[in-house]
């Protein structure tokens, strides 16, 4: 996608579609417990999938890139009994991780068989009722093991004890999975490190229909956040609450302390205007631990290029495990727009800005948001986002929208 130097056309409306993350949890508890009449259903490929996924006959299931389906659906399909799937994905899923999820779910009597690498997908999974209800899990590699966990526990008979082994990582996602929960009536609790799931007891207020209105998808908001920030000019975003159950709603605060955006919400009407600051003081480095808001990283540091405020974010280890090695694939092309940068296992700290060549070409490495946090670039100097179709996996529509609020400059 050649974008040309462009600038905001002010105070234009988006309407992002659903949050991905809550609408995939809630394919899962629909299909598991309840009629719930899901509104505001993400339109991402990913959700997609899994909404395929759980509708299918097919003894092979393939998720293609999206990692949360993957893991969501590996115990979901253990306790399907009589049921036997092969669970697998793109190349790229078959490098990332799964062998915790694998581990937790056959100590509690899951025959679950590794069909190609011992550790990765593909999996072949034979449904069995699970008699245990307690299990260890190490909590740092990736938070989706433990909501998948979750997410089935009150369908075992005396519900499920999850005993979390090791830092938390990327926890406002375990916290939405445990209110989401709750919506729809099943009572849990976290304390220390023992999650505890009730088993699932159907009431009267469950033979109805539990309507849910899915909040518009935090992660998307990101990339308007940044042309906020980038442009001084004000958007407006559909869809959104002042109370989110989304970590990455953290946005509201970073682009603020850092970047001088506003968000005004207007509660009743669920939009929210970003409104940059015209005289802000931007500070002379931005030190953030994004442990939990791991998926907007790629974002703050393209706004940060743009802008030249040096940064060190930290509490980034989640990120070499995603659609693509994000910390290896940020080093590359921000050097392409003018940053010289520092990696590490956890971590991306600026070195240096320097003023970038003609003729950018961002390399998005199968990665939809190396296309979309990159994009905003476009206000600063002209460049092409390679294989932009990469977005769909989260934001179908971004293409669409992005280019309703830019023009030639
Ligand atoms: O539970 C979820 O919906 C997600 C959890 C996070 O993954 P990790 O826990 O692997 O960091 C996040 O990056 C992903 O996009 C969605
Ligand atoms: C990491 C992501 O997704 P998943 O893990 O579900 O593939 C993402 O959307 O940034």
Redesign the pocket.
């Known amino acids: 996608m050649q974008l040309e130097k462009s600038k905001l056309i002010g105070n234009q409306t988006i309407e992002i579609s659903g949050s991905?993350?809550i609408s995939?949890r809630l394919l899962i508890l629909h299909q598991l417990f309840e009629n719930i009449e899901i509104k505001n259903l993400s339109n991402?490929q990913?959700t997609q999938l899994l909404e395929k996924a759980l509708n299918s006959d097919s003894e092979i299931i393939d998720i293609h890139?999206?990692?949360?389906?993957?893991?969501f659906l590996t115990s979901y399909f253990a306790i399907q009994e009589g049921k036997t799937v092969i669970l697998t994905g793109s190349e790229r899923?078959k490098q990332?991780p799964i062998k915790f999820l694998v581990d937790a779910l056959r100590n509690l009597g899951a025959e679950i068989s590794y069909l190609e690498k011992e550790g990765f997908p593909p999996l072949k999974i034979v449904g069995k009722k699970l008699e245990k209800n307690s299990v260890t899990i190490s909590a740092n590699i990736?938070s989706?093991f433990i909501s998948s966990l979750m997410l089935i526990g009150a369908k075992l008979e005396n519900g499920l004890e999850i005993i979390l082994e090791g830092k938390v990582t990327s926890k406002p996602y375990l916290d939405m999975t445990l209110k989401i929960l709750r919506t729809v009536g099943i009572t849990n609790r976290w304390e220390g490190n023992i999650i505890k799931i009730d088993p699932y007891k159907q009431t009267e207020k469950h033979l109805q229909n539990i309507p849910f209105i899915v909040e518009s998808d935090w992660?998307s908001a990101s990339y308007f956040y940044s042309l906020a920030a980038i442009s001084r000019e004000t958007i407006n975003l559909n869809s959104f609450k002042p109370y989110s159950l989304q970590g990455d709603s953290a946005l509201r605060e970073i682009y603020w302390k850092f970047f001088g955006v506003n968000t005004i919400s207007e509660g009743s009407e669920a939009k929210i205007s970003l409104f940059p600051e015209q005289y802000f003081n931007f500070p002379e480095k931005i030190i953030l631990n994004m442990n939990d808001c791991?998926?907007i990283a790629q974002t703050l540091c393209v706004t940060a290029t743009a802008i030249k405020i040096p940064f060190e974010i930290t509490g980034l280890e989640?990120l070499k495990v995603?659609?693509t090695d994000r910390l290896l694939a940020l080093k590359n092309e921000l050097f392409k727009i003018g940053c010289i940068s520092e990696i590490t296992d956890d971590s991306i700290i600026s070195v240096k800005f320097f003023e970038p060549n003609d003729n950018i070409s961002i390399a998005t490495y199968n990665?939809?948001?190396m296309a979309m946090s990159f994009a905003p670039f476009c206000l600063i100097k002209e460049l092409n986002i390679e294989n932009e179709e990469v977005v769909e996996?989260?934001y179908p529509d971004f293409w669409k929208d992005f280019k309703k609020i830019i023009e030639k400059n």
């Not at 890139?65 to 893991?71: D, F």
Request: aromatic share 0%; proline share 4%.
């Open positions: 991905k993350s995939n991402s990913d890139h999206a990692g949360t389906a993957m893991r899923m990332r990736s989706q992660s791991p998926d989640t995603k659609e990665d939809h948001r996996k989260s």
